[in-house]
C-alpha cells in the first residue's frame, strides 16, 4: 500500500502543455506513474506524444475525468491562474489535487482550499514538491530514480530536504513521500499524513521534517503524543539560522522563540521523536530505530 498515491491512480495534468507541464509529464510516465490526459482548454483534443506514448489534451477537468476516470491532477500553472484551476478540479468532483505553482497569493490559497474541503478534494500544496510512492506513481516533481520502494513514509515542508532524504535512506526505501510546501497555508498538513501513515499497514517508520517558522510542528508533536504509535524520526531545517534575521522562505516566520528550530526540537523530544541536527544524522537515526527493532 502507500498513501494517497497508488499504482491504481489515474492523473491529469492541468498545464501539460506548457514548458513545465512538459518537462515534468515525461519525467512521470517515464517513472511509471498513470497520466491519463492533459488540460488546456485553448488545445482541447489534441494529443501530445511523450516517446511514443500519446497522451490527450482535454478542455476541462470534468471533460478529463470523464473520459478517463481520472481521480488526480498535478497543477502546473501560473500562479494567477492557479486559483481558477484548483476551484475547476475541486469542483469536478477530483478526489487529489497536487498543486505544484509557487508563487501564489495566501488568499487565493485560502479561497480554493476551503472550496477544496467542501467539495471533498485533499490539495497537497501550493509550493510543493508533490508525492511519490516508488515503484508505483510520481505526481510533481520528485526524482524518481534516488529511492526505491520500502516501509518508511515520510512528510516534509521542504522539497530539497525531501529529495536528501530519499538519497540518504535509498537503501531502505519509502512508502509514500509527501512533500506538503512550505507556504503559510497549505493543504495536507503534517498531521494528515501523519494519520495516514499510522493507518498504513506497510508503513513501519515516519520521517516529518520541518522548518524553522509557525506552530506546524508543535502541532504535529501534540499529535504524535496522542495518536502515532510508531517510530517518528524528525529533522527541523533551521538550527543554524541566526536569531533575528528575516528568513526568505514564505512559511518562516519566526517570533521570539516561537517557531524556533530548538522550541521545535524540543516539543518532539517530548513526545518521543527521536531529531537529528543533520539530514545525515536524522538517517543515521532512521537506521538505528529500524534496526533495534528488526
Do not use: W
Not at 156 to 184: A, H, N, W
Not at 245 to 274: C, D, N, P
Amino acid at each position: 500500500m502507500a498513501i494517497h498515491l497508488t499504482k491504481e491512480s489515474k492523473i491529469l495534468v492541468q498545464g501539460m502543455t506548457g514548458g513545465e507541464g512538459m518537462k515534468h509529464t515525461r519525467r512521470m510516465l517515464a517513472a511509471g506513474t498513470n497520466v491519463v490526459g492533459g488540460v488546456n482548454p485553448r488545445k482541447a483534443g489534441r494529443t501530445v506524444d511523450f516517446h511514443d506514448r500519446p497522451v490527450p489534451v482535454f478542455g476541462s477537468v470534468a471533460e478529463g475525468m470523464d473520459a478517463t476516470g481520472a481521480d488526480v491532477t498535478v497543477v502546473f500553472v501560473p500562479p494567477a491562474f492557479t486559483k481558477a484551476a484548483v476551484t475547476e478540479a475541486a469542483d469536478a468532483g477530483i478526489g487529489l489535487a497536487v498543486v505544484i505553482t509557487e508563487g501564489v497569493p495566501v488568499h487565493d490559497s485560502v479561497a480554493f482550499l476551503d472550496r477544496a474541503r467542501k467539495r471533498g478534494t485533499r490539495v497537497i500544496g501550493p509550493n510543493c514538491p508533490g508525492l511519490i510512492s516508488p515503484g508505483q506513481s510520481n505526481a510533481g516533481i520528485i526524482p524518481a530514480d534516488i529511492t526505491k520502494p520500502g516501509r518508511i513514509g515520510l512528510v516534509s515542508k521542504s522539497g530539497t530536504l525531501t529529495y536528501q532524504l530519499m538519497y540518504e535512506l535509498r537503501d531502505v526505501g519509502f512508502s509514500t513521500c509527501v512533500g506538503i510546501g512550505g507556504d503559510p497555508v497549505v493543504g495536507t498538513t503534517h498531521i494528515d499524513c501523519l494519520a495516514a501513515f499510522q493507518e498504513d499497514p506497510d508503513t513501519d517508520l515516519i520521517v516529518l521534517i520541518g522548518e524553522i517558522g509557525g506552530d506546524a510542528e508543535e502541532r504535529a508533536a501534540d499529535y504524535i503524543r496522542d495518536h502515532v504509535t510508531k517510530p517518528v524520526v524528525g529533522y527541523i531545517a533551521g538550527f543554524t539560522a541566526p536569531e533575528g534575521r528575516t528568513m526568505g522562505h514564505a512559511g518562516a516566520i519566526v517570533s521570539g522563540s516561537s517557531g524556533t528550530a530548538r522550541a521545535k526540537q524540543q516539543a518532539l523530544e517530548a513526545a518521543g521523536v527521536r531529531v537529528g541536527r543533520t539530514p545525515t544524522e536524522t538517517a543515521r537515526q532512521v537506521l538505528s530505530v529500524l534496526d533495534s527493532s528488526a
